[in-house]
């Protein structure tokens, strides 16, 4: 029984390439083509696929959000996330939001296929190439930026928008020695002001930025609208040969 495979994709050539791929191996068939988010809702819920691929830029829309949404509605589809770009934090964006496998537009043809089989027997299962080498940097960057219980608690009141003065009082210490914590802060983070040391923080997970409290938030991002932290979601996580599988 062949893979009912859907292709979500912006990109005329990619599109067409996933076309010309899945022509030539009899277990994966093309039963749908969208051009944006919007067609993928759409047309996913009418055709039922096994397996969809999903650009991480798509025309209308955020691919990771889209794979979001059809995660929540079906918990056995396949979702093979595709980018033009491997970041790491785009990976750890796919980790968390559900998908099955993470795939650069660049990988060889045979880790494409392998994504898409993988994807259709193991839907809640990530898989992703440079997922070993990923964590390995983040713990690396984490190790480098590791702070103390004091300068942590600087760090999540500055996120709070508290001025000089008040951290002094919240933690009944001097203003300079507030100072001193702040400027420790700032060097560890590599930041020059409030704004770059939370978007580095939040960017590193060293903190996230509550909803319940949107007044306050505001002035410690300085309108730079900075994207909170996604909790890690509890998943399989399925990791090519050689390399170190992560729950």
Sequence with gaps: MSIRFAIVDGHTLTRYGLRELAARHPDIEVVAECVSAADARRVIDAIQPDVVSVDVALPDGDGLQLARELRDRRADLGIVLLTSKGEDDVLFRALETGVSAFVTKTAPVEEVLAAI???????????????????????????????????????????????????????????????????????????????????????????????????????????????????????????????????
């Design 117 to 247: 089989r993988h994807a259709a027997v193991a839907a809640t299962s990530f898989t992703a190439s440079g997922l070993a080498v990923a964590v390995a940097r983040r713990h690396a960057v984490r190790e480098r930026l590791a702070l103390s219980p004091r300068e942590t608690e600087v760090l999540r009141l500055l996120r709070d928008g508290l001025s000089i003065p008040a951290i002094s009082a919240t933690m009944f210490i001097s203003q300079s020695t507030t100072k001193t914590y702040v400027a420790r802060l700032y060097e560890k983070l590599g930041a020059a002001n409030r704004a770059q040391a939370l978007m580095t923080a939040v960017h590193h997970g060293l903190i996230q930025f509550e909803h319940r409290e949107p007044s306050r938030l505001a002035p410690a991002l300085g309108g730079l609208g900075a994207k909170p932290a996604l909790p890690t979601l509890g998943r399989a996580v399925t990791v090519p040969a050689g390399e170190t599988s992560v729950a």
